[in-house]
C-alpha cells in the first residue's frame, strides 16, 4: 500500500514538474534581454514590426498555455490507473470541437488582418530622401553613394530621420543584410537588386531613467520625449539606465542585448567625432568560410554630422590604418600574424614579395588576386605548395587603402621590404588596365559589368528600338544614332525626362526617371558600345551630375 502510494505520489510530482517547466519556459524566454520590446525599436518602420512580433507571440503564448493545460489535465484525468482497468472511452464532444475550430479561425483571422495591415505599410516604399546600394560579396559589404558621385564606404553612414531607400545585391554568392535594430532584412542576389528603406532615429531613442532622448534635427539640441517609458524599461535597466549599453549587463545577456540598443558611438570608433548612433549589420546567410565576419556599422547622424562625413569621405582626409584594413580584409585567410594558412593560404612573413625589388608585384597581387600575373597556377614558398585562391581587391580598396595595406604587410612580422604610395598604387591600375580609383573617390566600375547590366536593361526597350537597335517604323535608331554618340546630355535628358515628337507613333516615356544612377549608366553604356557603336563608357558619377543639370 505504501508503495502504491508512493508511486502515485512520484507520478504527481514529476507531473507537476512537467506542467511548471511547460509554463515557465516560454515565459522565461520572453524575459531573456534582448527579446520581446528591446528589439528593432529604432525606427518607424522597425517599432511597427516589433509591436506585431510581441502581439503575435503573446497570443501563442496564451495559446500554449491553454493547449498544454489541456493536454496535461487530460492525461491525469483520463490515465490507466491499473493494468487491469479499461478507461472511460470517449468519443469526442461536437460543440467543443466547434467551439475551439471557430475560436482558431477567429484568431487566425486576426492575426492575419494585423500582419497585413503592419506589411501594407512597412513594405510600401514611400517618396525616399537618399538611395544607397548594398553591395555584398565574400566576406564584406561595400555601400556606394550614387547620389554623392558615387562614393563609396565600408559602413552604412546615413543621415538620421531620413527615407533612405537601400538597392541590395551581390557581387558573387547569395547574401542577405540584417540591421536588426532597424527592422531591415533582405537577400543580396548576384546580378539583380532587391529594394527595401528604412528610416533611422539616429541619436534619439536612447533609454533613459526619465525617457527616450532625442536630438531635434532642425537646433539639434538634446531634449528628452515619452517620460512614460521610464516605467517600461526600468524593469530590466533600473535607475543606472545611460546612453547606450548598461554597464551592469554581463555575460550572456550582454550577448543577447548587444543587438538590442542603440548606442552611443565609442571613442574607439572612427565615427567618434560625429553626432551619431551606431548599430549593428551582418550577413545572414552561410556564404563561406568568412561569413562570421561580415559585420559592419550602420551610423546614423545629425544632417550636419553627415554632411561633414561626406565631405570628409570625398576629400579623402585621415590617415587610413594599414593595420585596420589588413584585419578587416586579409586576416582571415593570412593570419592576424601573417603566417598563413598551410596548404590553402601562403604566409606573408619572408616571401619574395617583400623585398625592396617587388614592390609593384606587390601592388598587383592585392589588385588583381589571383589573376596577377605572379600567382597563375599553384603559389610554391619554402617548398610548400598553396593552392588557394585569392580574391582581387582592385574594386574594394581605394589607392590609399592599398598602399596602407601592402606597407604593413611590408613591414610588420620582421619584413623590411620598404614603402609604397598612392601613386604607386594609380601608376599599377593604370598599367593593368583597371579604372582609376583615388581615396575618396567613385567606386571604379569596370565596362564589361556596365555591359552586362545595360543589356539586361535594354530588354525593356528592345520592343521599340530593337535587339538589334534599329528602330521600328518612325522609332529612331540607337545604330549609329549621332546625338547618343555625342551628346550625353540630350541623351540624358531624352531618358529622364521623356520626349514627344510629332513623327514618333507615341510619346517618348521617361523611363530614366526610375532608374538609379548605376543603371542608368549602365544603358548608355550598352547603348553606346553596341551594333557597331563605338562610344566611351558613362559613369555613373556623370550620370549623377547630367541627371540633375536636365532635371525638369
Known amino acids: 500500500m505504501i508503495s502504491k502510494r508512493s508511486n502515485r505520489l512520484t507520478k504527481a510530482t514529476l507531473f507537476m514538474g512537467v506542467a511548471l517547466a511547460a509554463l ?55 490515465r490507466r490507473r491499473s493494468d487491469d482497468e479499461m478507461p472511460a472511452q470517449i468519443h469526442g464532444n461536437l460543440n467543443i470541437e466547434i467551439g475551439w475550430t471557430v475560436a482558431a479561425a477567429i484568431v487566425q483571422v486576426y492575426i492575419g488582418w494585423v500582419t497585413i495591415d503592419v506589411m501594407s505599410r512597412t513594405d510600401k516604399m514611400p517618396e525616399t530622401e537618399m538611395t544607397v546600394e548594398a553591395i555584398a560579396y565574400q566576406w564584406g559589404w561595400q555601400f556606394r553613394y550614387p547620389d554623392h ?30 540591421i536588426p535594430q532597424l527592422g ?22 536612447q533609454v533613459l531613467a526619465d525617457g527616450y532622448e ?42 543577447v542585448t548587444y543587438m538590442a540598443q542603440s548606442r552611443k558611438v565609442e571613442e574607439v570608433s572612427p565615427y567618434a567625432k560625429y553626432a551619431a548612433v551606431e548599430y549593428d549589420g551582418m550577413c545572414t546567410e552561410i556564404c563561406g568560410k568568412g561569413h562570421w565576419n561580415m559585420y559592419f556599422r550602420t551610423v546614423a547622424m545629425t544632417q550636419s554630422s553627415f554632411e561633414e562625413w561626406v565631405q570628409d569621405m570625398q576629400s579623402g582626409s585621415g590617415e587610413v590604418s594599414g593595420e585596420a584594413v589588413y584585419s578587416a580584409k586579409c586576416s582571415s585567410c593570412h593570419g592576424a600574424d601573417g603566417a598563413g594558412s598551410p596548404p590553402t593560404f601562403p604566409p606573408l612573413i619572408g616571401t619574395e614579395w617583400m623585398n625592396e625589388d617587388k614592390k609593384n608585384e606587390h601592388i598587383e597581387v592585392v589588385l588583381m588576386g589571383s589573376k596577377a600575373s605572379t600567382l597563375l597556377g599553384d603559389t610554391t614558398i619554402a617548398g610548400v605548395t598553396y593552392t588557394g585562391v585569392m580574391q582581387p581587391w582592385g574594386e574594394v580598396l581605394n589607392d590609399a587603402e592599398v598602399a596602407a595595406v601592402v606597407n604593413h604587410e611590408r613591414n610588420s612580422w620582421g619584413n623590411s621590404g620598404g614603402e609604397v604610395d598612392e ?53 529612331p535608331n540607337l545604330a549609329g544614332n549621332t546625338t547618343l554618340l ?59 551630375r547630367l541627371r540633375d543639370e536636365v532635371k525638369q
Not at 583597371?434 to 530588354?459: I, W
Request: glycine share 8%.
Open 149 to 178: 558621385g558615387g562614393m563609396l564606404s565600408d559602413d552604412l553612414v546615413v543621415p538620421a530621420h531620413k527615407n533612405i531607400k537601400l538597392e541590395i545585391t551581390s557581387r558573387d554568392v547569395i547574401h542577405s543584410i540584417f
Open 423 to 475: 601613386k604607386m598604387v594609380a601608376d599599377a591600375r593604370k598599367a593593368l588596365g583597371l579604372p582609376p580609383f583615388p581615396a575618396g573617390g567613385a567606386a571604379p566600375v569596370p565596362d564589361s559589368e556596365l555591359m552586362a547590366e545595360g543589356e539586361n536593361l535594354y530588354a525593356a526597350c528592345a520592343s521599340c528600338h530593337g535587339n538589334d537597335g534599329k528602330g521600328l517604323t518612325r522609332v
Open 486 to 544: 555625342s551628346d550625353v546630355k540630350a541623351t540624358i535628358g531624352i531618358l529622364v525626362n521623356g520626349q514627344d515628337k510629332p513623327n514618333w507613333p507615341g510619346k517618348k516615356t521617361a523611363i530614366g526617371a526610375s532608374l538609379t544612377d548605376r543603371q542608368l549608366s549602365a544603358l548608355l553604356t550598352y547603348m553606346r558600345k553596341s551594333w557597331g557603336n563605338d562610344a566611351s563608357a558613362v559613369t555613373p558619377s556623370e550620370v549623377s
Open 24 to 78: 515557465l519556459v516560454p515565459l522565461i524566454a520572453m524575459a531573456i534581454p534582448g527579446t520581446g520590446d528591446m528589439i528593432s525599436i529604432h525606427s518607424p518602420a522597425g517599432r511597427e514590426i516589433s509591436d506585431l512580433y510581441n502581439l503575435i507571440s503573446k497570443i501563442c503564448l496564451v495559446i500554449l498555455v491553454i493547449v498544454e493545460v489541456v493536454l496535461f489535465t487530460a492525461i491525469f484525468k483520463f
Open 184 to 205: 531591415v532584412k533582405m537577400d543580396a542576389v548576384p546580378g539583380r537588386f532587391n529594394y527595401w528603406w528604412f528610416n533611422a532615429d539616429g541619436p534619439v531613442n
Open 214 to 255: 532625442r536630438v531635434d534635427v532642425t537646433t539639434e539640441k538634446r531634449v528628452t520625449t515619452r517620460p512614460e517609458l521610464k516605467s517600461k524599461f526600468q524593469w530590466l535597466y533600473g535607475e543606472n539606465t545611460f546612453n547606450g549599453r548598461d554597464t551592469k549587463v554581463k555575460g550572456l545577456e550582454d550577448r
